[in-house]
C-alpha cells in the first residue's frame, strides 16, 4: 500500500512482542489512554498487525512526569490488541490515507 513503518524493538519473551519507545514533555497524569496519546496506539496497532502479532510493549519517557515535581518518569505498559482491532486500524489508516491522497486509491 505504500506505507513504511519502522519498530522500534522486538522482543521475545514467552511471545513475540513489538517494543516502542517514546518521549514526550506531555504530562502522565491522566494516564496514557488519554486521546492525546492516540497516535501511540494507532502506531502500536498497525505494526503489530504487519508483523502479525498481538502483542506489544509500551515504553514511555514522561520527561516532566505528572507535573508535580517536574521529575522525569519511565513507564512501561505490555499490552494485547485483538486481530479484530489490528485489523480495523489498518483499514481506518488505509481509508484516511487515500482520503488525503497520500496513498493511491485501490484499483
Not at 488519554?34 to 498481538?54: A, G, S
Not at 517536574?70 to 485483538?82: A, G, T
Request: glycine letters at 6%; proline letters at 4%.
Amino acid at each position: 500500500a505504500g506505507v513504511i513503518y519502522s519498530p522500534d524493538h522486538f522482543l521475545f519473551n514467552g511471545v513475540f512482542r513489538l517494543g516502542e519507545f517514546k518521549a514526550t514533555w506531555l504530562s502522565c497524569a491522566k494516564g496514557v489512554r488519554h486521546p492525546k496519546f492516540d497516535k501511540w496506539w494507532t502506531q502500536m496497532k498497525v505494526y503489530c498487525y504487519h508483523l502479525d502479532t498481538v502483542y506489544a510493549r509500551l515504553y514511555a519517557l514522561f520527561m516532566v512526569g505528572d507535573y508535580t515535581d517536574m521529575s522525569p518518569q519511565l513507564l512501561s505498559w505490555d499490552v494485547e490488541f485483538s486481530r479484530k482491532e489490528t485489523s480495523e486500524e489498518w483499514q481506518t489508516l488505509l481509508r484516511h490515507g487515500r482520503k488525503k491522497g497520500m496513498i493511491p486509491n485501490a484499483d
